[in-house]
């Protein structure tokens, strides 16, 4: 194993990270402080609870979950589009390194920043909302998860694109519809019955639906099929990932 | 060189198909000896950066098997690639990096720590110290490919990859460039360079390896070829030109120049008889005065482009 390696891709990551501090951390920050005040304070306060939890609480797993897995594929595709596009991706085919060590060196750095932004996003809430976290450990270990497989997801759009557009429109046409659509701000079971059944097959909600279990203890689907639904993901992505590196896919001639 | 040793890179008929069905190598069978320089010569397009690429791990071979120290570049990569460093063509860096820290990256690629006393000696020689802390979009095009160089050389490479390492840089940084590569050799690096420079093959090649059509035409010693394809040219200024040659000359391959004032005299270079010392008493004998006399020989460059003239035809 190339520890050396894996912890100069690490730090080459979050050197980029740490350059732009301001647009990594103010931006998440700032709009997730937005939602706080539209839909908690300004209209949350027009809503009655959901599932005993006051709407502004409720909010705060969506939210988080929101940006974690929107800054995860950013951070990630960007992360090793960038080589590719510069051209520096020889560096990488051409040093004694194996997929694996890349993807933890990529993936490890995306997953850092998200769970930063994650982390930054609960404590700003805390400044909106009073509510307390009923399974602290259960909440960061679904947090480091989604940090973790939506990295690994990412990196399969960095290697996928081959423009920048490409690379913005995942984020914003996948990723952001499937957690609005997911629960964020809503309990599946405020839905109709036929859109709670189409709701069922959007992955994004047994993620959202578990991480709110680990704040409230209430869920929209059972803990053990979050579980299942996110390791299903964690694990289609990185046989992907280990095809994509095993055939060279866009990224070896 | 030792060439008791087993060859570092040994190329064996190496193939490179694209799904277009193009052909950038044919087979290529090739063996470099430890400590040499090799300049692989070829016009655009004739395989010599797929060659690269593909020794490099960049480009998967479609058959054949390369070894570098004796390690498969497929199957033994991590031993293979660890001896290798590449300055690749096209300058490609991280533009908002700074210098000091885009070099340190590659070493660390290589699973090797550190080292700030080596790290400062490259910067120095590549006159980029002063420049260390500089982000790289800030350089210029010559500084950018010094970095290139830089990179390359800081994790110790035994076998060093300079694919057209002085294409359009200035007359400083190639200056530089050779005299980083005469200090590499000395420490026993092998070097195999591109170069559409071939006077600069010429200079600091041992051997030189022409590559055409994704088939290597020839590989052969730099002095031995130069001597074997090389001709040679006798040229005698006359005081007094002359409009056709008198019947003592007749018998001699002379060509009349620049208005009857010069005899251009061609032979082959390995000849045993060259036939100058005839040709003098001759000149001699037909009464015609001497201004001056001079010889030259074929340069790499000619017989290069001879070379493809005859494969092309």
């Known amino acids: 194993m190339n520890l050396i390696a894996i912890w100069s891709i690490y730090k080459f990551e979050m050197h980029r990270f740490l350059r732009t501090l301001m647009q990594s951390f103010v931006s998440p920050v700032l709009s997730t402080s937005l939602y706080f005040v539209v839909f908690g304070a300004a209209i949350g306060s027009r809503i009655q609870e959901v599932e005993g939890v006051s709407y502004g609480a409720f909010i705060v797993p969506g939210l988080i979950m929101l940006s974690v897995m929107t800054q995860a594929v950013s951070n990630a595709s960007f992360g090793i589009y960038l080589p590719k596009w510069t051209g520096t991706i020889f560096e990488l085919l051409s040093a004694p390194v194996n997929f694996f060590e890349v993807v933890v060196g990529y993936v490890g750095a995306a997953a850092t920043k998200s769970l930063f932004i994650g982390v930054l996003i609960l404590v700003t809430s805390f400044f909106f909302v009073d509510y307390q976290i009923a399974h602290p450990v259960a909440m960061v270990a679904f947090l480091l998860m989604t940090c973790l497989s939506f990295s690994l997801f990412g990196f399969i759009i960095g290697i996928w694109a081959q423009n920048f557009e490409q690379i913005q429109l995942v984020p914003l046409l996948i990723i952001t519809p499937l957690v609005f659509l997911g629960g964020s701000f809503y309990s599946i079971s405020m839905l109709p019955p036929f859109w709670q059944t189409v709701t069922m097959f959007n992955p994004v909600v047994y993620l959202i639906s578990g991480f709110r279990w680990s704040f409230f203890g209430e869920a929209d689907v059972a803990i053990g099929t979050s579980l299942l639904a996110i390791g299903a993901f964690t694990a289609i992505c990185l046989f992907l990932i280990w095809r994509i590196f095993k055939t060279g896919y866009r990224i070896r001639s | 060189m030792n060439s008791s040793a087993p060859p570092i890179v040994e190329v064996d008929q190496l193939a490179k198909r694209y799904a277009g069905g193009f052909e950038a190598l044919k087979g290529v069978s090739l063996s470099i000896e430890e400590g040499e320089i090799l300049a692989l010569l070829g016009p655009n397009g004739a395989g010599k950066t797929t060659l690269i690429s593909t020794l490099c791990g960049i480009s998967e071979p479609s058959s054949g098997h390369a070894r570098i120290g004796g390690h498969d570049v497929r ?37 090797m720590r550190q080292d700030a006393t080596l790290l400062e000696s490259i910067l120095r020689k590549l006159t980029l110290w002063d420049k260390r802390e500089a982000r790289v979009n800030a350089l210029s095009g010559g500084m950018k490919r010094r970095v290139m160089i830089a990179k390359a050389l800081y994790h110790e490479p035994r076998v060093l990859f300079l694919d057209e390492p002085t294409a359009g840089v200035d007359v400083e940084l190639r200056r530089d460039m050779w005299n980083v590569v005469a200090e590499l050799k000395k420490d026993g690096v092998t070097i195999i360079l591109t170069t559409h420079y071939i006077e600069e093959a010429e200079a600091i090649a041992d051997r030189v390896a022409v590559i055409n059509h994704g088939e290597i035409l020839l590989v052969e010693e730099k002095d031995a ?89």
Do not use: H
């Open chain 2, 225 to 313: 070829l130069m001597r074997r394809m090389g001709q040679k040219q006798l040229e005698i200024e006359l005081t007094e030109p002359i409009a056709a040659l008198p019947k003592a000359l007749a018998g001699f391959d002379l060509e009349i120049a620049d208005g009857g004032r010069r005899l251009t005299y061609t032979y082959e270079a390995t000849g045993e008889r060259t036939g100058i010392t005839r040709l003098l008493s001759a000149v001699s004998e037909a009464g015609l005065g001497l201004r001056d006399i001079q010889t030259s020989q074929s340069s790499l460059e000619e017989i290069f482009v001879g070379l493809l003239a005859e494969d092309g035809s």
């Open chain 2, 75 to 111: 199957t033994g990569y991590r031993r293979a690639r660890q001896l290798v460093g590449l300055v690749p063509q096209e300058i490609s860096l991280e533009p908002f990096e700074r210098v000091i820290d885009t070099v340190r990256y590659t070493r660390g690629l290589f699973g």
